[in-house]
């Protein structure tokens, strides 16, 4: 049987690309599985103090925190599109302005859409004075899927996206290069059933056998055609003048 060059070099191409994107898929699954169990310990540890130092966001990201000062109402911003429980909202991201100097921006929690006007913001409370809150460090106040600059722009109070060091630029305020995911509760009507950072870990392995599946699917196909072309070659020799020839000298019983 000859081996054809292109398509078997098809095959071991595929087979080879979709074994590499399985093991990927794998190694994905397993950072973010070593991930969450480092934010388990990080979040189960005393909380940090927040200061008017600046920290470093690698030095801090997951870790529980705390901080005391007053919330700044005047700079809310209202990020759009983050659905809870199926139902379009925002979350409330608010400064809050630290005891000892120095301002930290606050995701307080979500607050669901009015249905009827879009850009009306259902009422909630914001505590007066100094308040203390815990919850913890991350790098934003999470990302929704944006087109160029869309709802980020500045001076808007409802947004698609908020970046911390362009909101520092905008506000002139000297904040910290990370959001609290407020955690404690202080009775002001929002929702903190806050989402896992490392939700997803069971469809990287799905994809993980997917991918492995369509490898085995292609070493299938491969050895099925194979055979094929071995049956076909095999007739036509014996259909073809030679082998009439060689059948007719061949020695009767």
Known sequence: MKIRLIPTLLILIVVAVTVRLGFWQRDRAHQKEALQAQITQFENAPAQTVGAAPVELKAIEFHRVRAVGQFMPQQVVYLDNRPYNDQPGFYVVMPLKLRDGGYVLVNRGWLPRNMNERTT??????????????????ADATRAFELGEG?????????????????????????????????????????????????????????????????????????????????????????????SASNEKAPHA
């Open 121 to 138: 913001i259902a009422p909630y409370g914001t505590p007066k004075g100094e308040v203390e809150i815990e919850g913890i460090a991350r």
């Open 151 to 243: 709802g980020s722009a500045a001076h808007q109070t409802i947004r698609q996206n908020l970046d911390v060091a362009s909101y520092a630029t905008e506000t002139g305020l000297p904040l910290q290069p990370f959001v609290i995911q407020q955690i404690s509760d202080d009775g002001d009507g929002l929702v903190r059933d806050w989402p896992a950072p490392t939700s997803g870990v069971d469809r990287n392995y799905g994809y993980m056998f997917q991918w492995w599946t369509m490898a085995a699917a292609a070493v299938a196909f491969g050895l099925y055609a194979a055979r094929r072309a071995a049956k076909h070659e095999k007739l036509a020799q014996n259909a073809s003048p030679e082998g």
